[in-house]
Nanobody, 120 residues
Framework: QVHLVESGGGLVQPGGSLKLSCAASGSGFSINTVGWYRQQPGKQREMVAEEIYSGDTKYADSAKGRFTLSRDNAKNTVYLQMNNLKSEDTAVYYC??????????????WGQGILVTVSA
């Protein structure tokens, strides 16, 4: 498995921007999928952005046009750039990386979660 450490959360005003980072470390794996999920207060965890192995990225309707998933392969880090933030974006955000292990198992790994608060 890989170990994921998230950073970049915090308080931001509506209309502002924030960039979340998810740094992965480990060995004996190959990245299959990456994604960002969030859990809004009182709600279940939902997908925000997912990048599958092919490189295609899917965004939640609420995130389209505002959020962008990206990678820095050299740093083994994935990002979620969030622009034009709204109060409803307030949530705990989780990075997820699905890996293929050396013995060909698919394993999902989660970051610790990081709080984003959008408020004036």
């Amino acid at each position: 498995q890989v170990h994921l450490v998230e950073s970049g959360g915090g308080l931001v005003q509506p209309g502002g921007s924030l960039k979340l980072s998810c740094a992965a470390s480990g060995s004996g794996f190959s990245i299959n999928t990456v994604g960002w999920y969030r859990q809004q207060p009182g709600k279940q965890r939902e997908m925000v952005a997912e990048e599958i192995y092919s490189g295609d990225t899917k965004y939640a309707d609420s995130a389209k046009g505002r959020f962008t998933l990206s990678r820095d392969n050299a740093k083994n880090t994935v990002y979620l750039q969030m622009n034009n933030l709204k109060s409803e974006d307030t949530a705990v955000y989780y990075c997820n990386i699905g890996i293929i292990t050396s013995d060909l198992r698919y394993v999902e790994n989660w970051g610790q979660g990081i709080l984003v608060t959008v408020s004036a």
